[in-house]
């Protein structure tokens, strides 16, 4: 039987989780959901952001479906307290998952939503894969009355690694990775760049590969984003590539993600955005990334691709004929959203 965690968290979280589970239950007949709390509402509860037991229940489940985590209520200064985001990067670390997969395409029924106009998106469609398990977010971080400092590292195999899931992805794909650091600065970055190319020439020499430097990355990407096909890049970098890229599709509240490494154990699925506290409570969150999220579980989690482009495609449909949330500009709710798709499943 088909086990999926799901993990609602804070803030929007539970308000966008509840439609999914009902997808999953629509597509996945049978289906066991097993629902923890996690992050903020976890602190609340248990003192930590994520538990031993939330741990081993997604280590034995088919995949993870995570809403969102974190809040103004558990913002702190105090280094030592608990905080949400440590039960992300701890789930993510103790599942393997090194691989952050984010889709970038927007829908022409959204290009007036973008900040970019229409003829410079039209034909865009990018993967971004962010290195998720190195960097700055894991390195040594020290703070004293006078400084503070956080320390970027990289292993070989941990790029090594990110590279290949960026070249096979191209495979499937336009055959083209752009390789994005900041080699002229760090020297984590100019290893990175020497390490992508190593591997490119070992093993993946029909794609071609590309290096570009991180901030010429963020204007080429408002600029000219079609010319992406793959981009591959560090934990950091990814991060904020990733939301400028999700502006492209009109709003953080349409981009899913995977977080994938570990071929034996769970893939991590999710949407970009984060907890939205400002809109938290009232029903008007888009729920269309968590859907899209949930489409990508069935595919990459389930091998369900039948069913994830039949849950991608009411998405479209939904859109097509007009359905728009708060942040797209409209007025539909969150409830409105999921029977809007729902129509077309
Ligand atoms: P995090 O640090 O967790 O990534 P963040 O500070 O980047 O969080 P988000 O929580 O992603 O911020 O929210 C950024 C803005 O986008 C907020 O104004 C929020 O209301 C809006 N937003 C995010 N997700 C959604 C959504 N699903 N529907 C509508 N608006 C959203
Ligand atoms: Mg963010």
Redesign the pocket.
């Known amino acids: 039987m088909t086990k999926i965690v799901t993990l609602p968290g804070d803030?929007?979280g539970p308000e966008?989780c509840a439609p999914a589970v009902e997808l999953l239950e629509h597509f996945v007949p049978g289906v066991e959901v097993e629902e923890h709390v996690f992050g903020g509402a976890s602190i609340d509860a248990h003192g930590t952001a994520l538990t031993d037991e939330v741990l081993a229940a997604a280590k034995t489940a088919d995949a993870v479906l995570l809403a969102?985590?974190?809040g103004p209520k558990w913002d702190t200064t105090d280094p030592s307290a608990p905080r949400p985001e440590q039960g992300l990067l701890g789930i993510r670390k103790a599942l393997g998952l090194y691989a952050n997969l984010r889709p970038v395409r927007p829908l022409p029924a959204l290009y007036d939503s973008s900040a970019l106009k229409r003829e410079i998106l039209d034909g865009t469609d990018m993967l971004v894969v962010r290195e998720l398990t190195g960097g700055i977010y894991f390195g040594e971080k020290t703070r004293t009355e006078t400084d503070a400092s956080d320390l970027c590292h990289y292993t070989v195999e941990e790029v090594d690694r990110i590279a290949r899931v960026a070249f096979e992805a191209a495979r499937g794909r336009r055959n083209l990775v752009h390789s994005v650091d900041k080699a002229n600065v760090m020297e984590t970055s100019r290893q990175w760049r020497q390490v992508v190319h190593e591997v490119h020439g070992a093993d993946f020499a029909d794609v071609q590969l590309e290096d570009q430097l991180v901030d010429s990355c963020a204007m080429q990407l408002i600029a000219n984003p079609t010319q992406f096909d793959v981009i591959v890049t560090e934990n950091l970098f990814g991060d904020i590539l990733s939301d400028a890229a999700a502006m492209l599709s009109g709003?953080?509240?349409m981009l899913p993600s995977a977080s994938l490494g570990n071929p034996d154990g769970p893939g991590l699925f999710e949407?970009v955005?984060?907890?939205?506290?400002?809109?938290a409570g009232q029903g008007v969150?888009?729920?269309l990334?968590m859907f899209l999220s949930t489409a990508m579980l069935l595919r990459h989690g389930l091998a369900m691709e039948t069913e994830a482009a039949a849950l991608e495609s009411a998405v479209d449909q939904a859109l097509d004929a007009g359905l728009r949330?708060?942040?797209l500009g409209g007025t539909a709710g969150t409830d409105e959203a999921y029977a809007a798709v729902r129509k077309y499943l």
Do not use: E, F, K
Request: glycine share 16%.
């Open positions: 803030g929007i966008i969102a985590v974190g709003s953080l509240g949407p955005h984060g907890s939205a506290p400002d809109i969150a888009n729920p990334a949330t708060r942040d």
